[in-house]
């Protein structure tokens, strides 16, 4: 179930220096746990993210036959399998409900998925009709959760065409249980569109580092070759899309504020944040790994596609909120499909306290508005949530209605927050 509701009367700030670490990347956390449950040999993640969607994803591997021993700063893995049936929690977790039903096929057993109320609403259509075609036998009334995988102890693998427009975790959850397809896979997306490439790129970087053959074979295809895949201590770098709120309070206030362990190089879509928010007047400088913002009082509006880094755009649609010219996302159309129709989501709320946003075809544009308070909703989306904490720090009387949602990805998210508003 989940995490229950708590409002938030989001603080405003003039202005701060703080220093903030970041716990480790869900992204990372969540590609490593599946990696480390069906290898070959035991794994260790060092200082990964230990959240809702993280617990949801040990839980899930669990049953199929995984041991965790979540200790401080890490987690280590035992792989194994159990011929059992189980049921999966998906919660509101993209990574759970599209990267474990290949998993559980490999098993001998019946394997039902489900999840919160909002998860059925998630699009699941390309896993199903993927495990169909790989010849693995689903059960379901429609193509959504919740569904059921029958196990047979093996897939074939092979050649496989999918449309993965709605989501890369279509494409990412395939290729990380492909090591152990009989065939590995070849696989090619047929779409109009495929959102948020880095993230695939991630996890051929997750599998290259566990010692399988995986490539990018076109510019739409993928191939990963059959293969052992072999246990590893990772060290879990930190989540930069979870930087996104902290770095977007220092331009919006005009403070400062510190990043201590900010990648030189990552496949992290985070990353973006320092050209984008460059462009909307921050001052940041990354030496020694360690990312320093400066806000300088005033935000500029941003044309940006954001078609490889949508799970950014809430945070960007808070700042363009607030700026002083407009603003236009675009390429982000499949966030219609994320834990809530995000593009609805952020006009609705914006408009809601007095902006002036408008729904595109693929996107978003804002212009500049009047904003005073009211309750900002955040629709059991953690981005929602942080988006409206953004907004509050400049407007008073901004109300969240549910800040717990953030459990999701950032449990200790007003704690942090508060302790760089100096608050705490």
Known sequence: MPETATSYSAPTSGGFVATVELPGSKSLTNRELVLSAISAEPSELVDPLISRDTRLMIEALEKLGAAFEVEDNRIRVTPGTRDTDARIDCGLAGTVMRFVPPV????????????????????????????????????????????????????PGGELEIDASASSQFVSGLLLSAPKFSEGLSLRHVGSSLPSLPHIV????????????????????????????????????????????FLAAALVTGGTVSMPNWPQNTTQVGAEFVRLLGQMG?????????????????????DADLSAAGELTPTIASLAALASTPSRLTGISHLRGHETDRIAALVAEINGLGGVASELEDGIAISPGNLSGGTWHSY?????????????????????????????????????????????
Do not use: C
């Not at 909002?118 to 569904?147: N, W």
């Not at 109300?399 to 760089?420: C, G, H, R, Y």
């Open 104 to 155: 559980a096929a490999l098993t001998n057993a019946r394997v039902e998925f489900d999840g919160d109320v909002a998860a059925r609403r998630r699009p699941m259509i390309t896993t199903i009709d993927s495990l169909e075609s790989l010849g693995v036998s689903v059960e379901y009334e429609r193509k959504a959760l919740p569904f059921t995988v029958i196990g047979s102890g093996r897939v």
């Open 202 to 245: 991630m996890t051929l970087a997750t599998l290259q580092n566990r010692g399988i053959t995986a490539s990018q074979t076109s510019a739409t295809s993928w191939r990963v070759e059959p293969g052992e895949v072999r246990g590893a201590k990772v060290q879990i770098e930190p989540d930069l899309s979870n930087a996104g709120p």
């Open 282 to 302: 921050a001052e940041i400088s990354v030496e020694a790994e360690m990312l320093t913002l400066t806000g300088k009082g005033e935000i500029s509006g941003i």
């Open 380 to 424: 059991e989306d953690h981005r929602m949530a942080t988006a409206g904490a953004i907004i509050g720090l400049r407007v008073p009387g901004v109300i969240i209605d549910d800040i717990a949602t953030t459990s999701k990805t950032l449990p200790d998210f007003v704690w942090l927050w508060e302790k760089m508003l100096g608050l705490r």
